[in-house]
T-cell receptor, first 115, second 114 residues
């Protein structure tokens, strides 16, 4: 069974440029998460989807970040415009259902460097 | 609000020695607790989890953790370290509210030397 797939693995852009990250979760997983991991820190939740609905986006900086999960499968996270402080690893995770205590399956992440 | 503190950002042990990675949590309600491992250039992988059943939880690769409510701790141990255990380890608590919102600690990087 394929795991969570993310692309691109690495992205280098200049500040003020846009960037997008794509995630394909494990087949059949209804719940999808985007996390941001800053250097030397643990992941922090940005947004959570149940199917195509964003049920928790309270920590998503909505002035420059947006996300979508059309048809409840793949998801895209966009930053426009990027700032220096956005340099981080963006992790996508999926879960069979959103119930508490369940296992999250993580992708390898997309490492963003903003110059 | 729930939070997790991992004591020691770096831990170094000899191969064959005991591994002890410390995690303390703060939660106003009974928590769900997790340990995840991140090998270089890979995603996070679940090692083990505590979900209010047995307080001693056994996970993959010989790791185990003990939930101690009185100490608000969930330390991760392994009796004998292997070189392949070198990785970053994250403790996490699941926020109550009906769904699995994980709050992660800052991580502990484990180095294993011959």
């Amino acid at each position: 069974e394929a795991g969570v797939v993310q692309s691109p693995r690495y992205k280098i852009i200049e500040k003020k440029q846009p960037v997008a990250f794509w995630c394909n979760p494990i087949s059949g997983h209804n719940t999808l998460y985007w996390y941001r991991q800053n250097l030397g820190q643990g992941p922090e939740l940005l947004i959570r989807y149940e199917n195509e609905e964003a049920v928790d986006d309270s920590q998503l900086p909505k002035d420059r970040f947006s996300a979508e999960r059309l048809k409840g499968v793949d998801s895209t996270l966009k930053i426009q415009p990027a700032e220096l402080g956005d340099s981080a690893v963006y992790l996508c995770a999926s879960q069979a259902s959103g119930g508490i205590g369940g296992e999250l399956f993580f992708g390898e992440g997309s490492r963003l460097t903003v110059l | 609000a729930q939070s997790v503190t991992q004591l020691g950002s770096h831990v170094s042990v000899s191969e064959g020695a005991l591994v002890l990675l410390r995690c303390n949590y703060s939660s106003s309600v009974p928590p769900y607790l997790f340990w995840y491992v991140q090998y270089p250039n890979q995603g996070l992988q679940l090692l083990l989890k505590y979900t209010s059943a047995a307080t001693l939880v056994k996970g993959i690769n010989g790791f185990e953790a003990e939930f101690k409510k009185s100490e608000t701790s969930f330390h991760l141990t392994k009796p004998s370290a292997h070189m392949r255990d070198a990785a970053e380890y994250f403790c996490a608590v699941s926020v109550s509210g009906g769904y699995n919102k994980l709050i992660f600690g800052a991580g502990t990087r484990l180095a294993v030397h011959p």
